[in-house]
C-alpha cells in the first residue's frame, strides 16, 4: 500500500500486528507511538509488532517513539526530525538500509531507559537470540546525520563506512576508559564510551560523524579511538 503525502497524528499502535508492504513518501508523523501496551510482553516474540517490506521516503517526524518492535527487510530513505530527533528503543533489526539524511537517530538497546533493568537485560538478550540466525542486520554505510547512533546491535552484523562512522566496544572502552574520554571528551564520540560505560544493555555503539561537524577534526579522533582499541 502506498502513502503519500499524509499526516499521521497522534497515532498509537500498542497491539500485537504484522504490517507488510506498505511505502510512506514525504508522510508526516506527529507525536506517534508504536510500543506495546504492556512493554514487557514483548519478551513473548509473538506478542511484538512486526514490520516487513515497508519503506519510508522522505518523511517528516515530530516526538514520534518506537519501542521493542521486529523490523525486517525495510528502508529508511531521508527523514527529518525535531525536537531532538527520534528514538528506537529495543529493536530487533533484520536486513534493514537506513540511507540519506536522517537528522539525529538514536537506536537504543534497552526499551525502559534504566527503570526496569531486569526486563532490559531480557529484552537484551531475546534480541541477541534472533541476531544468531541472521546475516546481516542494518546498514547505514550511506546514511548521513547530526547524530545516528546504534547501540547493542552485533558489530559484525553492521554495514558501516569506515571513514565516516566507527563502532566502540564496551572491552575497550573498559581498558583504556580515561585515554579515549581524554580523546574526545567534548563530541559524539565521548557522549557514547560515557553511555557505554554506565549503561550495561549494550556491548557496543556504531556512531556516526556529524555532518554539521569539522568532519577532518572527528576523523583525526576516530584514528586515535582505533590506536587504542
Known sequence: MLYTDREFRLARLEEQAQFEDAEFIGCRFIRCVIEPRAVQRCLNLDSRIVFSNCQLRNCVETRCLVGPVIIRRCLLDGLQSSHGGMRIDGAFFEQVTIRGNVGELRILSDATGGVDSQFDMALVQANQKLYSGIDWAIDIADAHSDGLVVYGVPPELIRYDHKRQAIIRRANVEASYLDAIAACE???????????????????????????????????????LRRLG
Open 186 to 224: 567534548q563530541t559524539i564520540f565521548g557522549v557514547c564510551i560515557g553511555n557505554l560505560r554506565y549503561f550495561p544493555t549494550a556491548d557496543n555503539v556504531c556512531v556516526t560523524i556529524p555532518e554539521t561537524s569539522d568532519i577532518s577534526y572527528h576523523q583525526q579522533i576516530l584514528a586515535e
